[in-house]
């Protein structure tokens, strides 16, 4: 310090504890921190304005009115907590993780407001632009001088805090660079690979905080300083003497500070501030309309690139599919990379674990539905016939309207080639769609039964309910008895939107028409569109796991506890598709001895089947069909389970995992219906 | 020669100078599986659509080998893409991605 500073702080020393050690405010080195925060600043400032204008209007007046809704306010409030500055989602599913995320995201956020405070406090004309309101909070150790001997409780306080935020951060800076080389030890099997800009921006956000203590050590003698910045300012003079030349590592933070923003625009970390505004459009409920224009566009930069979805994905059993995961295909679609944009979103078996699993709620699965909705919806396709299917009770039969005689009749037994030559349909009416079954008590039933294709596959599914609702005496009709229509999921996970809107259309009309007041679907496939796309006004919508839990409560169907263990797979779109968790365990755990395996719940694994998939073939379908079963005989310990039977509620999955399970494979109906009196 | 009587209907002649064999690779690179086919039939037997109207994955495949690409188009309007197939191939073959694949190419001829 020059004789001139000494001066200066002495004349104004005396009215506060806090100095300004330099008079101009200024120093060269604060050059590169402002360079990079306003390239940013500029940068968010357009991209903002780009992705309001992008969005259509009736979404952002919905976005507006969620911003004064005290509700959804109050859900973004706790969202931005949570999600961004704590991450409770990661800390629930692995707390080392979660503690690392968060010491650096909170951690962080509390120094830089703290800095802040610091400042409005103790040198409060210092907010304004012209005196250095962009840097000064940042590098104020360096700006200041406190009289060691008139340190306030208030000062040390603020001394206290700073240290203690910036050991926090350093602490999961340290696990951050220790998972770089051991992952699996913070709970990761897999990590991304970063790409340049990541690199860039990881490399010298790990140096940003190891630099801030370095700085602010080499000049706590003169700013003050805590716990952890003055004892390591001894050791400095300790190794170095008196005199420290403390502007080398002020430059070198500044110049940390300056890469990182710079490069954040391009990099994963752009997700700490593009996360709040993707979580406020998360909870004004838009939707991306297209896959990356609007809300889409801050959904993807919103993607942490964590990798935690690397994890969760199925396809990865097989290493080779790593680059179709959505951390992956959310990079592509920031870089426009249209070809691999497309292999990638063909791919995905649409589970929906990713986006169950994501910290930030990134619904991946939607951006690759929507993808896939710009190239497939504009296939051909002819569903002109739909218009002759009857209601039911009506004279007009399908049958006779179809094209062709030989057609009647196809649908009514299971080919042979399943192994199974059960004809299911011997009594009915061949003329009719819909067949009426069970104690019929009036003209209209109160259950419409739609089995769906896949169940049809399946036909002992559909035995077992009928016996079921025999049993329960339940008045019901089936709908399809000898095939029906599609539901128009398929198509709808194909990005075929238009064509999906036809059949459900179609079905719309004659379920409408039946007059029924519950319908009860034994596929989750059908269950989730009739239950979110279809607008069934009156009609309550229910997978067979639901209806049936409802006859059990009601007790209409008795059950006796065998001694036989299962274990319980949750199909994805029954489960994390639907919701559906409660239900089928209630009743399994009445009659049997149910076992938790490795992974339920929302962290189910795909059987390997869905329909999702585009290109998946039968070879790395197999594969993860493998790795499903080993999971779903496991415990969560690792040890193995040995169940009697595997236990399911999707004619897919039972198909799929009958062919790869070394224990007998059930749908939920079959052994209720085994245990039932 | 004796002449039993018997000669080749014209209608199902094929004319292989219509055998497109580039079009035919290009669906081929698509859907590499489409090859397995031995035209059991099975997919057939299960379809929901092939019910209300003339809709075959194995016509569709039988009408491409013969160069019929309009009347493998014809073939695949009306299917509802349930995917039962799929999943009674024989030959693991993917149906659903074989019946997009020649709605992309032959659709757009």
């Not at chain 2, 299960?46 to 209300?52: D, H, K, L, Q």
Request: glycine share 6%; aromatic share 10%.
């Amino acid at each position: 310090m020059t004789k001139l500073h000494v001066a200066v702080f002495l004349q104004t020393a005396g009215a506060s504890e806090v100095i300004d050690r330099v008079p101009a405010s200024f120093s060269p080195f604060v050059l590169p921190f402002v360079i990079g925060i306003s390239f940013f600043l500029c940068w968010i400032t357009v991209g903002l304005i780009r992705v309001l204008y992008a969005i259509p209007a009736s979404d952002r007046r919905k976005l507006a009115i969620s911003l004064v809704n005290p509700k959804i306010a109050w859900k973004n409030i706790r969202d931005l907590f949570c999600d961004c500055l704590f991450h409770v989602k990661i800390w629930q599913r692995k707390p080392l993780l979660g503690y690392m995320h968060s010491s650096i995201a909170f951690g962080w956020f509390m120094l830089i407001v703290l800095g802040h405070i610091e400042v409005a406090l103790f040198v409060p004309w210092h907010l304004s632009f012209s005196k250095g309101s962009l840097y000064y909070p940042i590098f104020y150790r360096y700006f200041i001088w406190t009289d060691p001997a008139h340190v306030t409780l208030r000062g040390s306080f603020f001394f206290f805090l700073m240290d203690f935020f910036l050991l926090y951060v350093l602490t999961g800076i340290a696990l951050a660079v220790f998972k770089r080389f051991r992952s699996i030890v913070l709970g990761m099997r897999h990590t991304t690979k970063p790409s340049l800009a990541d690199r860039l921006a990881l490399y010298s956000l790990w140096l940003i905080f190891p630099l801030r203590l370095l700085a602010e050590s080499f000049t706590a003698d003169l700013s003050g300083g805590s716990f952890l910045t003055v004892p390591v300012n001894h050791l400095w003079h300790l190794l170095f003497g008196e005199k420290l030349y403390f502007m080398p590592v002020w430059w070198a933070y500044s110049i940390c500070l300056g890469v990182f923003f710079a490069a954040m625009p391009f990099s994963r970390y752009m997700h700490i501030l593009t996360e709040v505004l993707w979580i406020l459009f998360r909870n004004a409920g838009l939707q991306p309309s297209h896959p990356r224009k609007g809300v889409a566009e801050a959904e993807i930069y919103a993607c942490s690139s964590c990798g935690l979805c690397l994890d969760a994905c199925p396809m990865n059993v097989q290493k080779k599919n790593l680059k179709y995961s959505s951390v992956y295909f959310i990079r592509r679609l920031r870089r426009h990379n249209e070809r691999k944009i497309n292999l990638i979103a063909d791919k995905c078996l649409m589970c929906d674990k990713c986006h169950v699993l994501c910290p930030v709620g990134v619904d991946a699965p939607a951006l690759r539905r929507a993808q896939r909705k710009t190239v497939k919806n504009a296939l051909t396709y002819d569903y002109s016939y739909l218009s002759a299917l009857s209601a039911p009770g009506s004279s007009v039969s399908s049958a006779e309207n179809a094209p062709e005689t030989e057609t009647s009749g196809r649908g009514c037994s299971v080919p042979s080639a399943l192994g199974s030559s059960v004809s299911f349909a011997e009594n009915a009416p061949e003329t009719e769609i819909f067949g009426r079954g069970g104690a019929v008590s009036s003209d209209v039933p109160r259950v419409l039964y739609f089995a769906g294709c896949m169940t049809h596959l399946t036909p002992r599914i559909l035995r077992s309910v009928e016996e079921l609702f025999r049993k329960a005496g339940v008045d019901w009709q089936f709908m399809d008895r000898e095939g029906g229509i599609c539901c128009g999921r398929p198509l709808m996970l194909a990005g075929r939107t238009d064509a999906a809107a036809e059949l459900v259309a179609a079905n719309k009309r004659m379920i409408e028409a039946s007059g029924c007041d519950t319908l009860v679907l034994s596929c989750p496939i059908c269950y989730k569109i009739f239950k979110e796309d279809y607008a069934l006004s009156g009609i309550r919508v229910l997978h067979h796991t639901q209806f049936i839990k409802e006859l059990v409560d009601a007790g209409r169907l008795v059950l006796s506890k065998g001694t036989d263990s299962v274990v319980y797979h949750d199909p994805c779109e029954l489960g994390r598709g639907c919701g559906v968790y409660a239900e089928p365990r209630a009743v399994l755990s009445q009659i049997a001895d149910l076992k938790k395996p490795s992974q339920d719940g929302d962290e189910s694994v795909c059987c390997g089947g869905s329909l999702g998939s585009l290109t998946l073939n039968a070879n790395d379908r197999e594969w993860i069909t493998s790795g499903s079963v080993k999971i779903l005989l496991k415990a969560s310990d690792g040890s193995p389970l040995h169940p009697d039977a595997l236990v399911t509620a999707c004619p897919l999955c039972l198909k799929t995992f009958n062919e790869a399970a070394p224990v007998p494979v059930k749908d939920f109906a079959e052994i209720v219906l085994e245990h039932s009196a | 020669m004796v002449d039993f009587g018997f000669s080749l209907s014209p209608s199902s002649r094929i004319d292989l100078d219509e055998f497109d064999r580039k079009t035919f690779d290009r669906l081929l690179a698509l859907e590499p599986d489409a090859k397995k086919c031995m035209e059991c039939g099975s997919c057939s037997a299960v379809c929901t659509a092939s019910r209300y109207t003339e809709t075959s994955v194995r016509r569709a495949l039988h009408a491409l080998r013969n160069g019929c690409g309009a009347q493998a188009v014809e073939e695949l309007k009306g299917c509802q893409f349930c995917g039962k197939c799929t999943m009674v191939c024989p030959r693991g073959i993917n149906t659903r991605h074989l019946i997009l694949s020649i709605l992309k190419i032959y659709g757009a001829l």
